[in-house]
């Protein structure tokens, strides 16, 4: 996807939901559904913007992105028997996803699942983490977008 497509004003605003919902994540352990409706709102606002300039091809794009996120959470929700990862990251990995696209997509999906490996092993070897507490891992999620978007 070319970033230039959506206006750059508005990237900002999806960092900022991005952060806002890591925050909540790590917070509470999980995320409420009512704090999905920002990311909700923006993928629509998307889905509007690239309707008003014609942009379907990357339209098609972003739900290839949208479509091979949800698949990977929704397979390891099943194999895991929801206990790999919460409803909130269910959620929320088709609608973030969706505005990157399906290239930027698997290039976030590898980064955030490098960064959760290195922070969960040093986690498990320094004793500061635990085998049986849940990992906030919408930070992760959006920590591969925000690279992805911005470096690669």
């Known amino acids: 996807m070319n970033n230039l497509d959506w206006p750059l004003f508005l990237w900002p605003l999806f960092f900022l939901i991005l952060i806002y ?4 994540d790590i917070k ?6 009512i704090d999905l409706i920002l990311l909700l709102a923006y993928a629509l606002l998307n889905i509007i913007w690239l309707l008003l300039s ?14 091979i996120a949800w698949l ?3 397979l390891i929700w099943i194999v895991t ?8 990251e269910l959620y929320f990995a088709p609608m973030a996803f969706y505005n990157i696209g399906w290239i930027n997509t698997i290039e976030a999906l ?3 699942f490098s960064f ?3 922070c969960c092993i040093i986690g498990l070897l320094t004793k500061k983490m635990k085998k049986k507490k849940p990992l ?12 992805s978007l911005i470096f690669l």
Request: net charge positive; hydrophobic share 45%; charged share 15%.
């Open 54 to 67: 014609g942009s379907y091809v990357i339209i098609m794009y972003n739900f290839i992105g949208s479509g």
């Open 136 to 147: 906030p891992f919408i930070p992760f999620l959006s920590l591969g977008i925000i690279i």
């Open 81 to 88: 028997k929801k206990r790999g990862i919460g409803d909130g």
């Open 116 to 118: 959760a490996s290195v």
């Open 110 to 112: 590898y980064i955030c």
């Open 28 to 33: 509470n352990r999980y995320i409420e559904s």
């Open 72 to 74: 990977l959470f929704f």
């Open 21 to 24: 919902l890591s925050a909540k």
